[in-house]
């Protein structure tokens, strides 16, 4: 039993030694970093950070601004339509390769193709094909339809669905792959039993299958989440923000409040606000996913 | 140089490629980077490494020893790269050892210079425009105070005095102002004006009158990018055509009653009422894009910089097929700075960089060359309107009967900021003019 006791002990050691690196960095680049950014959104930072407290200064200042709470709703807007999109083309497209038999790695791979670029290419790709004067708008009034109109880039109302669309495009492959992995994983007895049952294939899926791809689902919006709030290089590179500010988000906004104005305070109380906004969301989410599959 | 303003650039321009001989001073030629290199780091690295050893065989006999000159900038366009390389080959001619790093806009080059400080290793000197960076920079301590060098190498003999206090903070030297840059021009393509029927015009309301003929001629009638500095350049002209220079002064410095007043709602009105007048595609466009709707014909007026000046060289000379123009509707033109901050070092070598980078920018001759090249002015009072050709040459002479005031990007960075959100917004109809009234009465 000692010796027993002992090896696992040294085990454990070794494991923690090697897992110390990791941890350090961790917990002082990701952590460290985060609570120094908390800390900062309450001194009087502008142009270099500042020790100075400065109380709830700065939080006053971003949620006076009319700036931040475009950006902030754009997030929601966004979020919705980026979240709906990739996982409801994503599950469909997944169903239809699915029903695909044969053809199967064809459609994969052109579905996942645009993963394969960075969302900044994506972002000037979809600039150049949404942009009235040189792309769709301009196509189509040249074949002959003079008033065809179709100007959402460069919308105030409408530019960010343009930004929400573009990321579709981009992460539903991702999407479709897991989901299709989880029908894969599914057992092929249903399939037979349900033929039996002479129960029609969509019921199959939606009543059956589905159900069965929880942990997928979580999986997606996970993914998916993170890739919300961290939303930039695509805004960049398909609207920068523009007309005006109307499809600014909080990333950008944070981005340009701490490098370009010199409003460090300003810009690091958008980053709290933007980060705790998300945990609120989804540690409830998170909870009850971890607590239904304990049940 | 395709805008013909700098005949004289060409023989600098030779000597570029070739690995230069080292000099009396025991420096050697060819370490300097070409502002386009500068990304490519071996390269850097390479020349660094042999130009270094060539060095040291000859430092023994030179004293006192210069740091390189480290500078950030953001001179990056093939005039403003012309510049550079004047003011570095004065810089090597006086004994330095030359290096820079050139970045895509000037809030690139601020935020690296602010990480590099903080991180322990800044650069020596930062080229920005002068005024409310500057006074940023000085008061978060990040600034070298000059005033010896500037003493001994009498920067203050040749400038003006509203010149040598843009260079001083609290008193004290901590830049080298280079280049008065005038903002105020209207470009205009000549044979887009003449195929509509439309005469240059000289007061606002001949401006305004000719807005609808172009637009029915199928030209866009005023070019604009979609940044907000952009858009808050094209109100600069609004706000001259509405109160000149003391409207324009007043505004800046945040003057309550004018704010509030009649002045500054009219020129709200008038602003958004030209934003019919754009195309559709102006939403996140840069500068040069926009600029080429001139050059290409398809667009007649165009409110941007000297620095748009350099892009209509394929057009012919200025005058013809184009020309430039200070705002037609009033005679003050709105000037902001550009220099060398000096950052705060502490190694003695540096020091030495920084006193002899100050005096190979502060020479006139240098100046009056770098000028040409940039197409731009010269702080330096020697400079004649005979020493430039095309638009600088309007300006030298404009200076001489009108108001100055300083640009809104010469000003502090709320000052700025106020201007450049609040154009914007009304521009881009997220606020209507009553909003947007009031925003800059809380702001400014």
Redesign the interface.
């Known amino acids: 039993m000692r010796i027993a006791g002992k090896r696992i002990s040294a085990n454990r050691a070794k494991a923690w030694l090697a897992l110390i690196p990791a941890v350090v960095v961790a917990f002082y680049f990701i952590w460290g970093f985060a609570a120094y950014t908390a800390y900062l959104s309450v001194t009087k930072s502008?142009?270099?950070?500042n020790h100075e407290f400065n109380g709830a200064a700065n939080y006053r200042a971003l949620f006076e601004d009319?700036?931040w709470w475009?950006a902030y709703s754009n997030m929601f807007i966004f979020g919705g339509l980026y979240l709906a999109g990739c996982i409801g083309l994503g599950v469909g497209l997944a169903i239809l390769i699915d029903r695909l038999t044969g053809k199967e790695a064809l459609f994969r791979t052109i579905y996942l193709y645009p993963m394969s670029l960075s969302l900044v290419v994506t972002g000037l790709a979809w600039?150049w094909i949404l942009?009235?004067?040189?792309g769709i708008?301009k196509i189509v009034r040249e074949a002959g339809v003079e008033d065809f109109k179709f100007?959402w880039?460069?919308s105030?109302d409408h530019?960010i669905y343009t930004i929400a669309f573009a990321a579709v495009w981009h992460g539903t492959g991702l999407i479709m792959i897991l989901f299709l992995a989880g029908i894969k994983s599914t057992d092929p007895e249903i399939w037979k039993a349900t033929r039996i049952d002479r129960i029609p294939a969509w019921r199959v899926y939606v009543s059956i299958i589905l159900p069965q791809l929880r942990a997928t689902l979580l999986t997606a919006v996970m993914l998916l989440g993170f890739q919300v709030v961290r939303s930039f290089d695509v805004v960049v590179a398909?609207?920068?923000g523009?007309?005006?500010?109307?499809s600014d988000v909080p990333a950008r906004y944070v981005f340009e409040y701490f490098?370009?104005?010199?409003e460090i305070g300003q810009g690091a109380a958008g980053a709290v606000v933007m980060v705790a906004t998300m945990i609120a969301i989804v540690l409830p989410y998170l909870y009850f996913e971890i607590r239904r599959r304990e049940a | 140089m395709s805008n013909g303003l700098n005949p004289g650039a060409e023989s600098a321009h030779d000597n570029l490629g070739e690995n230069r001989a080292c000099l009396p001073g025991g420096h050697c030629g060819g370490i300097w980077q070409h502002p386009e290199e500068v990304e490519g780091k071996t390269m850097k690295i390479l020349s660094g490494t042999l130009a270094a050893g060539g060095c040291a065989l000859l430092a023994l006999s030179v004293s006192p020893a210069f740091g390189d000159s480290d500078v950030s900038h953001n001179w990056n366009s093939e005039n403003e790269a012309e510049a550079m390389r004047i003011f570095r080959d004065k810089y090597i001619e006086l004994g330095g050892e030359w290096s820079d790093t050139a970045f895509p806009d000037s809030?690139a080059s601020i935020?690296s210079v602010?990480a590099r400080?903080?991180g322990g290793n800044p650069p020596m000197a930062l080229q920005s425009a002068l005024g409310g960076v500057m006074r940023?920079?000085a008061?978060?301590g990040?600034l070298q105070n000059m005033d010896e060098a500037a003493e001994a190498g009498g920067w203050a003999d040749n400038i003006s005095d509203s010149i040598a206090a843009v260079g001083r903070y609290g008193g004290h030297w901590v830049a080298a102002p280079v280049f008065v840059d005038v903002i105020n021009w209207m470009y205009t393509n000549n044979d887009v004006l003449d195929a509509a029927g439309v005469a240059q015009p000289d007061t606002w309301d001949d401006f305004t009158a000719s807005l609808p003929a172009l637009q029915e001629a199928g030209v866009v009638p005023i070019a604009i990018g979609?940044d907000?500095w952009q858009e808050a350049i094209l109100f600069d002209h609004v706000v001259l055509a509405v109160g000149g220079a003391e409207l324009y002064e007043n505004l800046m410095t945040g003057d309550a009653a004018t704010v509030a007043g009649e002045q500054t709602r009219r020129v709200l009105e008038e602003f958004a009422g030209l934003r019919q007048y754009t195309?559709?595609?102006?939403?996140?466009r840069s500068w040069n894009d926009t600029n080429t709707l001139m050059i290409t014909g398809q667009a007649a007026f165009f409110f941007m910089g000297p620095w748009a000046a350099g892009g209509y060289g394929d057009l012919g000379p200025e005058g013809g097929s184009w020309s430039c123009r200070l705002t037609p509707w009033d005679a003050s033109l709105t000037v902001v700075a550009d220099g060398f901050q000096f950052i705060k070092v502490t190694d003695e070598s540096d020091m030495a960089a920084q006193v002899l980078l100050g005096n190979a920018v502060m020479d006139p001759a240098t100046q009056i060359a770098a000028a040409r090249a940039k197409g731009t002015l010269p702080v330096t009072t020697v400079a004649m309107a005979s020493d430039f050709e095309g638009c600088p040459a309007k300006a030298v002479e404009a200076m001489a009967g009108s108001t100055s005031i300083t640009h809104w990007n010469g000003r502090s960075?709320d000052v700025g900021?106020a201007i450049k959100?609040t154009a914007?917004?009304l521009?881009?109809?997220?606020?209507d003019v009553d909003a947007a009234h009031q925003q800059l009465i809380d702001k400014l």
């Open positions: 502008t142009f270099l950070p009319d700036r475009v600039q942009n009235p004067t040189i708008q100007n880039l460069v105030p530019a398909l609207t920068n523009g007309p005006g500010y109307a490098f370009q104005r010199g | 809030e935020a602010k400080f903080i940023d920079f008061e978060a990040l979609g907000s195309d559709e595609g102006k939403s996140g960075a900021n959100d914007s917004a521009w881009n109809q997220a606020i």
